[in-house]
């Protein structure tokens, strides 16, 4: 299976990735664009290195995957800069749809797909609120710290 044919599923988690500003220091409302850079530098980091769990997933290795993201998630949507607070937890709430749904399938790829579920996450993901968060995500990564975007 393609690590990018399921990746549905990860499309909130990689828009997610894109949140952040490297820029300077300066306060937006919420934490500091630097700091909150350098989180993301870390939920990148991370993310990159559990793309191997869907090279060959097992429910176990998706699990981990999944709750180790969807924390470092929660994390991010602590103090994000107020620029882009409701997008941040607009993809937050996404994740916790994600992984919600891949509980109640036992955290199995296959099951998911067939799941009647996955056709309502398919429209959620692809509908205006969740792609104009993650646009609007995409831009003030690139735009405010110079992060080139995550494909």
């Known amino acids: 299976m393609k690590k990018r044919s399921t990746t ?11 949140l952040g500003a490297c820029g300077d220091d300066k306060k937006s409302g919420g934490s500091s664009d630097a700091a909150y850079c350098a989180q993301i530098k870390d939920y990148r980091a991370t993310s990159d290195a559990l793309d191997s769990t869907f090279e060959n997933p097992t429910s176990a290795s998706v699990e981990t995957a999944f709750t180790t993201m969807q924390g470092m998630i929660h994390e991010l949507d602590k103090n994000p800069p ?6 941040v937890h607009t993809m937050t709430a996404a994740v916790d749809r994600i992984v919600a749904i891949f509980e109640q399938y036992d955290w199995d790829l296959v099951a998911l797909q067939t799941a009647p579920e996955y056709a309502e996450l398919q429209q959620q993901l692809t509908g205006e609120e969740f792609s104009g968060a993650s646009d609007r995500l995409e831009a003030y990564s690139m735009d405010v710290c110079g992060l080139p975007a995550d494909s």
């Open 8 to 18: 549905l599923l990860l499309g909130a988690l990689a828009a997610t990735a894109l």
């Open 82 to 87: 107020a620029a882009i607070s409701a997008d």
